[in-house]
């Protein structure tokens, strides 16, 4: 190699070798994540009006197209309606599974795109005394509960995190407090220097609520929503129930995280411009730096 050629090769390894140093340091800081997340109890799909899914269904896609999230945890969405989205929604894949066992019943799906993201690890457990047990109730309640979870690698970053996805009981308090318990737990096997993100329809208030106590202050997760440096609807009711909006500020739809850098950005997405509503619920969104 000529001399001048190999001095300029010379020059620009010595510059760049603060930076693979750092690289190939184990105590480095790691890259930094930031991921926009969607929760959305897309409400189960029906034939019939008012509110049939054929009707709703356009609205939906607009909205989600319209807030661009990365990765979308839904709640109550049958496996043809998933199916549906997943057409809609070409950038996304999904993961899930039906809560009675296969395709049948309501899923905790996630969506995420598939440019960015690849699943390493998910699976699925029920809100009972026995959650490897499909379909399992032992709570009282009426309705089969469970949690969806998927691990992530950001390929922008190289970084990996974990997403879980739930939907608790609407009608017993106890169920609620006890499948907040078992999540509690189960968040403590998970591996402690990974971002984990927990979203769902917990069908009772954030900050006054037992459920909410329980995974916050004692499973440690930060409710994204006080953090964010900016808030938009801060005083919808997070469930519409096809009405007008009522401003109570009640978010029973959440976005935990567990220890954030910051949260850039939070709302509760109005249906404006949209008919009819794409949902009995508002989704929530959030902007989540690790």
Known sequence: MPLPRFLSVLAALVAAAPGLLR??????????LELRVMTYNVRYASPRPPNAWPERRPAMRALIAREDPDVIGTQEGLYGQLRDLAADLPAYDWIGLGREGG?????????????????????????????????????????????????????????????????????????????????????????????LLLVGDFNCAAGASRAHEILTREAGLADTWPLAARRRNADFNTFNGFAPVRRESVRIDWILARRPAAVTEAAIVDHDGLAPAPSDHFAVTATVRF
């Open 23 to 32: 690289a190939a340091d184990p105590a480095a800081a790691p890259a930094p």
């Open 103 to 195: 395709s049948r019943g309501e899923f905790m799906a996630v969506f995420y795109r598939r440019d960015r993201f690849e699943p390493v690890a998910f699976d699925h457990f029920w809100l009972s005394d026995t959650p490897a047990v499909i379909g399992s109730i032992t709570w009282g309640h009426r309705y089969h509960r469970m949690v969806t979870w998927v691990r992530f690698r950001d390929r922008r970053s190289g970084r990996e995190f974990e997403f879980w996805n739930t939907h608790l009981d609407h009608e017993v308090e106890d169920a609620r407090q006890r499948a907040a318990g078992l999540i509690r737990d189960r968040l403590a096997l998970a591996d402690p220097a990974v971002p």
